[in-house]
C-alpha cells in the first residue's frame, strides 16, 4: 500500500546549520507530498507542499522538491532557528480523500 | 476563514469507560472529515474519515468509533476504553473533490487511559 518513510530521529543541530530531513515515498499512482509542522503540545500544520514531479514547495526557508526519479521529498533549510524546534512529518496523498503520514522527525535547535 | 474546534484538550478517563470525543469545522460546507491518532513513537495513524453526513470509513479495526451526525460535526466514540487507547488525537478537515487539498488540523486532545 502506500506509505511514506523517513530519517529517524532525533535530530539536534546548532543555530543557523543546515537542515535536512530525509522523506521517501512508494511510487504508487501520482500523489501529492506534503511536509507538515507540530509545535509541542499543538496540531499539525502545513508547512509546504508539491503536486507534481519536478515542483518546489517553500515556507518560512524550508524547501522540498518532489524527486519522482528517487520517489523523494526531503526537507532542506539553510539555517535552522531555535524557533524551528519541533516534529516534522512528510505526507502523501492515498486516494482521492487521504493523506498517509510519516512517522515523524523530531528536530531540536540548541542555541 | 475556516476554523476547527476539538474539545476537549486534555481527559484522563479510567480504563472500561466510554469516551466521546467531539470536532466541529466552520466556514466551510461539506468537508472531508478525518479522525487520527497519534502515539508515541508510531506516527500518525488514520482511524475513520468522512466524506459527507453518516459516511463513515473505518481504517483500522479497534473499539473506537466515529459518527457525523452533522455536516461540520465528527465524533470520535468508545463503549469501553482500553489502557492502548491512550493518545493524541487529531480531527482534520480537507476540501472535498481536489486530489491535493491539504489536511488542516485542530489543537487535539490528549487522552490518558488509567
Known amino acids: 500500500g502506500d506509505s511514506v518513510t523517513q530519517m529517524e530521529g532525533p535530530v539536534t543541530l546548532s543555530e543557523e546549520a543546515f537542515l535536512t530531513i530525509n522523506c521517501t515515498y512508494t511510487?504508487?499512482?501520482?500523489?501529492?507530498l506534503f511536509w507538515y509542522v507540530q509545535y509541542p503540545g499543538e496540531g499539525l500544520q502545513l508547512l509546504l507542499k508539491?503536486?507534481?514531479?519536478?515542483d518546489k514547495g517553500s515556507n518560512k526557508g524550508f524547501e522540498a522538491t518532489y524527486r519522482k526519479e528517487t520517489t523523494s521529498f526531503h526537507l532542506e533549510k539553510g539555517s535552522v532557528q531555535v524557533s524551528d524546534s519541533a516534529v516534522y512529518f512528510c505526507?502523501?496523498?492515498?486516494?482521492?480523500?487521504?493523506?498517509?503520514f510519516g512517522k515523524g522527525t523530531k528536530l531540536t535547535v540548541n542555541p | 476563514s475556516q476554523t476547527i474546534h476539538q474539545w476537549p484538550a486534555t481527559l484522563v478517563q479510567p480504563v472500561g469507560s466510554p469516551l466521546s470525543l467531539e470536532c466541529t469545522v466552520e466556514?466551510?460546507?461539506?468537508?472531508?472529515l478525518y479522525w487520527y491518532r497519534q502515539a508515541a513513537g508510531r506516527g500518525l495513524q488514520l482511524l475513520f474519515y468522512?466524506?459527507?453526513?453518516?459516511?463513515i470509513s473505518s481504517e483500522v479495526p479497534q473499539n473506537l468509533s466515529a459518527s457525523r451526525p452533522q455536516d461540520r460535526q465528527f465524533i470520535l466514540s468508545s463503549k469501553k476504553l482500553l489502557l492502548s487507547d491512550s493518545g493524541f488525537y487529531l480531527c482534520?478537515?480537507?476540501?472535498?473533490?481536489?486530489?491535493?487539498?491539504?489536511?488542516?488540523f485542530g489543537n487535539g486532545t490528549r487522552l490518558t487511559v488509567t
Open positions: 505526507a502523501r496523498t492515498s486516494g482521492s480523500e487521504k493523506l498517509v
Open positions: 482534520a478537515w480537507s476540501v472535498p473533490g481536489i486530489n491535493n487539498s491539504p489536511l488542516h
Open positions: 511510487a504508487t499512482g501520482y500523489p501529492s
Open positions: 508539491a503536486t507534481k514531479a519536478d
Open positions: 466556514g466551510t460546507s461539506n468537508p472531508n
Open positions: 468522512s466524506v459527507g453526513i453518516g459516511q
